[in-house]
C-alpha cells in the first residue's frame, strides 16, 4: 500500500478525495464554501468582540452566545480551510496523526456544540420562569463551570475514538471518500473489525445528543407552561420573543447534523455519496455562519449595538430595560 508501514498496516498519510464524484466540479463548489466561512469568520469574531466591548451586553445570555461563537468558528475552521485546499489546490494528502487529531476537534466541537446550545436553553428557562433570580443563579463562576463541564463532558467521550480508530489496521488502501477525516469514513477504509467503533459512536451520539436534547425540550415545555400563564398577549410575545434566535439555532444545529446522522447509517444506498459529504461539511458550517446573522437581526441589544458601533456613538446603548425588551 502507498504510504504505508506494512509491518503495522498504520498508513503515513490517508487522501481525502473530497467529494468523490464531483472533482470536475471542486472549484465551483467552493466558492459557496468560501463565502459561507468568511461570513462565518467575520460574523462570529465581531459578535464576539461587540459582546467583550459593550457593557450593556455583559449579561449570561450574551456570554453563552460568545461561547457558542468561539465554538463554531473552531469547528468549521478544523475543516474548512483544508477542505478549500483540497477543492483549489488538490492538496488531498493528510498525515495520520494529522487526521486522529482533525477527527478528535470535529467531533469534540461538534459535541460542544450542543452542548452550548443545551445551556442557553437552560438560560433561557431560569430566565423566564425565574426573572427576580436571573442574576443571582446564573454568576459569572457558575457560567464558567457550566460551560467548562459541558467542553470536559466532549472531551471524555471523543477521545476514545481517537485510540479505537488508532488501533485498526488499514490494509484496503488509505484513501478516504470525504473532504475531512470522520470517525466513521476513517474506520470503514479498515480491514479490521469496527464494530467498536460503530457502537460506540452510536452511544455517544445517544447519551451526549440525546441528553442535550431532552434538557433543550423539558427547558422550552416549562417555558411555555410559563409564558401560557402570563395575564397579556403583549406580555407572552415578549417573553416568548427572547427565545426566538436560540429555536432557530437548534434548528439549524441539529437538522442537518441529524440527516447526517443517519443517512450515514441507515441511507447508505438510496442518498447519492456526494449528497451525504456535501452535507456533511454543510452541518459544521452552517450554524457557524448563521448564528451570527440570526442573533444579529433577531436580538434587538445585539442590534443596537451594531448601529451604535457602526454609527460611531461612544456613548453606549440604551439601557436594557428587562428581558422582555430583548
Not at 463548489?29 to 455583559?58: K, Q, T, W
Not at 489546490?89 to 494529522?98: D, T, V
Not at 467498536?196 to 455517544?204: D, E, H, K, Q, R
Request: hydrophobic share 45%.
Amino acid at each position: 500500500m502507498s504510504g504505508a508501514n506494512s509491518s503495522s498496516l498504520t498508513p503515513e498519510f490517508f487522501v481525502l478525495n473530497g467529494i468523490p464524484g464531483l472533482e470536475d466540479a471542486h472549484v465551483w463548489i467552493s466558492l459557496p464554501f468560501c463565502f459561507m466561512y468568511m461570513i462565518a469568520v467575520v460574523g462570529n469574531c465581531g459578535l464576539m468582540y461587540l459582546i467583550g466591548h459593550e457593557e450593556a451586553l455583559h449579561r449570561p445570555m450574551y456570554y453563552f452566545l460568545t461561547l457558542l461563537s468561539f465554538t463554531d468558528i473552531t469547528l468549521c475552521t478544523t475543516t474548512v480551510p483544508n477542505t478549500l485546499c483540497i477543492f483549489w489546490f488538490n492538496l488531498k494528502k493528510i498525515g495520520f496523526k494529522a487526521c486522529l487529531a482533525q477527527m478528535f476537534f470535529v467531533h469534540t466541537f461538534t459535541a460542544t456544540e450542543s452542548g452550548m446550545l443545551m445551556l442557553m436553553a437552560l438560560d433561557r428557562y431560569v430566565a423566564i420562569c425565574y426573572p427576580l433570580r436571573y442574576g443571582t443563579i446564573l454568576t459569572n463562576p457558575v457560567i464558567a463551570k457550566a460551560s467548562l463541564a459541558t467542553f470536559l463532558r466532549s472531551v471524555a467521550f471523543i477521545l476514545p475514538f481517537t485510540f479505537l480508530t488508532k488501533r485498526l489496521p488499514y490494509c484496503r488502501g488509505n484513501t478516504i471518500p470525504h473532504a475531512y477525516c470522520d470517525h466513521m469514513s476513517v474506520a470503514k477504509i479498515s480491514c479490521g473489525n469496527v464494530k467498536v467503533n460503530a457502537i460506540y459512536g452510536l452511544l455517544v451520539a445517544l447519551v451526549v445528543c440525546a441528553f442535550d436534547i431532552f434538557c433543550i425540550t423539558v427547558s422550552y415545555t416549562m417555558i411555555l407552561r410559563a409564558v401560557m400563564n402570563l395575564s397579556s398577549a403583549d406580555a407572552r410575545h415578549k417573553a416568548f420573543s427572547t427565545c426566538t434566535s436560540h429555536i432557530c439555532a437548534i434548528v439549524i444545529t441539529y437538522v442537518p447534523a441529524f440527516f447526517n446522522f443517519f443517512t450515514h447509517r441507515f441511507g447508505g444506498h438510496t442518498i447519492p455519496h456526494h449528497i451525504h459529504i456535501i452535507v456533511a461539511n454543510l452541518y459544521l458550517l452552517l450554524p457557524a455562519t448563521m448564528n451570527p446573522i440570526v442573533y444579529g437581526v433577531k436580538t434587538k441589544q445585539i442590534r443596537e449595538s451594531v448601529i451604535k458601533f457602526f454609527s460611531g456613538d461612544k456613548s453606549g446603548i440604551t439601557e436594557i430595560k428587562g428581558l422582555q425588551n430583548k
